[in-house]
Nanobody, 118 residues
Framework: QEQLVESGGGLVQAGGSLRLSCVAS????????MAWYRQTPGKKRELVAE???????KYADFVKGRSTISRENAKNAVYLEMNNLGSADTGVYYC????????????WGQGTQVTVSS
């Protein structure tokens, strides 16, 4: 059973910070690129940040400089720290595991709600 379970979402005031966590099970976790996507009201689901199995990271422009994605392979976990949150950050955040190769796979978590109050 492959599953990704997110946590850490909730209500935060504008200008505040939060740290999202995702714990994977049933995966050879270190082999996967891990990513965070979000679904904001009225927009398509979009990539927020990703971290490769090598540790290399990439960020969307709208979070660059105020977010950090990290992983802890021993715990099968990936994290997203977001700072200086604004109302535009409100949405559902999803943890995604992706593996390309002889057996491409993509797995999605159930999502965690982030609500930024103003």
């Amino acid at each position: 059973q492959e599953q990704l379970v997110e946590s850490g979402g909730g209500l935060v005031q504008a200008g505040g910070s939060l740290r999202l966590s995702c714990v994977a099970s049933g995966l050879s976790f270190p082999r996967y690129t891990m990513a965070w996507y979000r679904q904001t009201p009225g927009k398509k689901r979009e990539l927020v940040a990703e971290i490769r199995s090598t540790g290399a990271t990439k960020y969307a422009d709208f979070v660059k400089g105020r977010s950090t994605i990290s992983r802890e392979n021993a715990k099968n976990a990936v994290y997203l720290e977001m700072n200086n949150l604004g109302s535009a950050d409100t949405g559902v955040y999803y943890c995604v595991a992706e593996r390309l190769g002889v057996r491409p796979e993509v797995h999605w978590g159930q999502g965690t709600q982030v609500t930024v109050s103003s």
